[in-house]
Structures are given as C-alpha cells and as structure tokens.
C-alpha cells in the first residue's frame, strides 16, 4: 500500500510545475501578441451621483459601486444636485422618487441639458410613469426594492446607450 502523503507530495508537486509552465506561456503569448509600445485603454469607472431617502437603495448603490469599482457621489436635495450638475463630472444620476416626487422633471432635464443619463427608483412605478420617464430624456424607471445586481444591469446598459450615442454623433 502506497503512503498517501507520498501521493499528496507528488500531485504538488506536478501541480508546481505546471503553474509554472502556464505561467511561461503566458509571459510567451503576451510578448508575442502585443509586441508595439502603445497602453491598452481601459474603460474608465463609472461616476454615478445618487440622491436616495431609502436605506435599501442606498446600500445597493454602495454594493454595486464597491462590486463594480463606481465612483459615487451621493446627494442630498434635487437643488443640490441641479446646483452641482454643470460641474460635477458624472455620467449617471439615480434617483429616488420618493425623494422629492415632483421634483424629478426639473432634474431629468437638467441632466439631459448636461449629457447625464437620468434613472429612476420608485416604489410603484407605472407604466405612465416610465413613459413619462423616457420622454423627458431619462433612462427608466427601476422598481424598488431594487438590487445591486438590478442596478449593475442597468448601469451597464446606461453606459452602451452613451458609448453608442457617443460614436453616433461624434461627442459625449
């Protein structure tokens, strides 16, 4: 009968060896695969500006962002926002309905008027609501509780509409 920790030794060190040959070829491909000097560009992080009363929108806001590595700004009154709109360099502003109810035409234009995506949370969306939503510029409308999965779903979508958007028209 063969001693077990013989056996656990050998797989180990089969296994060493063949992190290391992985590894090699890995070093092999990526000098043969981009041989020029130029830096890959990657994706910068989503700035995301928040105004939420709720607590469960505002951890999944956390969750998403800290998943996600989002830069996010969270605000306290639709003035605040609209005051700091022109000069606070985000890409999407979420916003709670229950925040301020009427006041979200006032700031979904002023986001569009910046070249901001607007999204909105509500606790009993409509469809009158999302229509309402989508003609003054905004994204949509997300049904509360909403998640950190919910929210990624939507940031990503949010950030192809501006990419395709931007390639469209040639500007942000």
Known sequence: MTDPTF?????ISRLRR???DVERICCQIAQSVRPCRAPVSTPQPLRVAAM???????????IASLNEHWQLVLVSSPEEARRLLPGLAVDILVYDYGSG???????CGACVD???IFQLVASAPSDDLFLQ?????G????????TSEKLI??????RCLSDEQFVRTGRP
Not at 52 to 62: E, K, W, Y
Not at 101 to 107: D, F, N, P, T, V
Not at 133 to 137: C, D, R
């Open 114 to 116: 910046c070249g901001i």
């Open 7 to 11: 056996g656990a030794h050998t797989q």
């Open 101 to 107: 109810e009427g006041e979200w035409r006032k700031l």
């Open 18 to 20: 063949m992190i290391r």
């Open 133 to 137: 939503v989508i003609a003054a510029g």
């Open 52 to 62: 939420t009363s709720g607590p469960n929108t505002r951890i999944a806001l956390l």
């Open 153 to 158: 779903s939507a940031m990503h979508l949010a």
């Open 139 to 146: 994204l949509g409308v997300l049904w509360k509780p909403v």
